[in-house]
T-cell receptor, first 113, second 110 residues
Framework: EAQVTQNPRYLITVTGKKLTVTCSQNMNHEYMSWYRQDPGLGLRQIYYSMNVEVTDKGDVPEGYKVSRKEKRNFPLILESPSPNQTSLYFC????????????FGDGTRLSIL | QQPVQSPQAVILREGEDAVINCSSSKALYSVHWYRQKHGEAPVFLMILLKGGEQKGHEKISASFNEKKQQSSLYLTASQLSYSGTYFCGTPTGGNTPLVFGKGTRLSVIA
């Protein structure tokens, strides 16, 4: 089954404790993106990747890192999480062209205390 | 850079129609529409690639006016299952990932 898998689905942690949210897709898609969703602000792009070893900042990249060492994986790293990063996070992937549908993972709800 | 959606929220009775608009101050290369149910991931509805294009998905259709830099989503004879938040998304360049609007919350009541 074609899917985008995020882990964990839920995480409560404390300020400053490094964490990684994993994202994996099995559709051989070139594009992958990370979004955060906050009430009233919609989906805001954090980082995106157009291919292996190619990443770029989105609209809200501060406090996040990403890597794309393999085509299928695109982890999101919070080196020193802070409470303002409490949010719902979505990973998405799409084929080579942006004129094709994006497939979203089920989301990761992060709470940083 | 975010496209602007209107209205922010709308409440409908079953069977009523609604229109959701998406506009941008920049050129629109294409427009994507997604629906998100509460607590779930956004789900793809349709893409419009060319000015003047119209598409349909069940009783949901959309149009794309490239000159006016806007797209509209039309929901006719709404059903309870149409409730959710609708997002439009556009690439910022010719072939870049999407930037989404803030969403329109649609509630259909019996």
């Amino acid at each position: 089954e074609a899917q985008v898998t995020q882990n964990p689905r839920y995480l409560i942690t404390v300020t400053g404790k490094k964490l990684t949210v994993t994202c994996s897709q099995n559709m051989n898609h070139e594009y992958m993106s990370w979004y955060r969703q906050d009430p009233g602000l919609g989906l805001r792009q954090i980082y995106y990747s157009m291919n292996v070893e190619v990443t770029d900042k989105g609209d809200v990249p501060e406090g996040y890192k990403v890597s794309r060492k393999e085509k299928r994986n695109f982890p999101l790293i919070l080196e020193s999480p802070s409470p303002n990063q409490t949010s719902l996070y979505f990973c998405a992937s799409s084929p080579q062209s942006s004129n094709q549908p994006q497939h979203f993972g089920d989301g990761t709800r992060l709470s940083i205390l | 850079q975010q496209p602007v959606q209107s209205p922010q929220a709308v409440i409908l009775r079953e069977g009523e129609d609604a229109v959701i608009n998406c506009s941008s101050s920049k050129a629109l290369y294409s427009v994507h529409w997604y629906r998100q149910k509460h607590g779930e991931a956004p789900v793809f509805l349709m893409i419009l690639l060319k000015g003047g294009e119209q598409k349909g998905h069940e009783k949901i259709s959309a149009s794309f006016n490239e000159k006016k830099q806007q797209s509209s989503l039309y929901l006719t004879a709404s059903q309870l299952s149409y409730s959710g938040t609708y997002f439009c998304g556009t690439p910022t360049g010719g072939n870049t990932p999407l930037v989404f609007g803030k969403g329109t919350r649609l509630s259909v009541i019996a």
